[in-house]
């Protein structure tokens, strides 16, 4: 059974950094494909990163602050958030599912989804 666990939320002021740690277990495929995720309220799931194990995506609002990592000997995949804005207030989710790494997915493309974390950025 696949199982998605994250942790790093928090509170943190306009400028600060988070870590997001997605923990994947459950599945004998080691070429997945991680997706993070966020929501905010009223607002659609979108789709901020993913890696594989050769390529990785970023949307254009993060990057040159975000960064993506994975550790394939403990299956986990690291999103470093840095200069963080209040406009990236959201729950994140890391997903897994989507066949390959692509600035195309939406949420609809990956099937499993961890329980969520709260980021919120302000003063």
């Known amino acids: 059974q696949v199982q998605l666990v994250e942790s790093g939320g928090g509170l943190v002021q306009p400028g600060g950094s988070l870590t997001l740690s997605c923990a994947a277990s459950?599945?004998?495929?080691?070429?997945?494909?991680i997706g993070w995720f966020r929501q905010a309220p009223g607002k659609e799931r979108e789709q901020v990163s993913c890696?594989?194990?050769?390529?990785?995506y970023l949307i254009d609002s993060v990057k040159g602050r975000f960064t993506i990592s994975r550790d394939n000997a403990k299956n986990t995949v690291t999103l470093q958030m840095n200069s963080l804005k209040p406009e990236d207030t959201a729950v994140y989710y890391c997903?897994?599912?989507?066949?390959?790494?692509?600035?195309?997915?939406?949420?609809?493309?990956?099937?499993?989804w961890g329980q969520g974390t709260q980021v919120t950025v302000s003063s």
């Open positions: 997903a897994l599912g989507a066949p390959w790494c692509s600035d195309k997915w939406t949420w609809k493309d990956y099937d499993s």
């Open positions: 459950g599945f004998p495929n080691y070429n997945y494909v």
């Open positions: 890696i594989s194990r050769s390529f990785s």
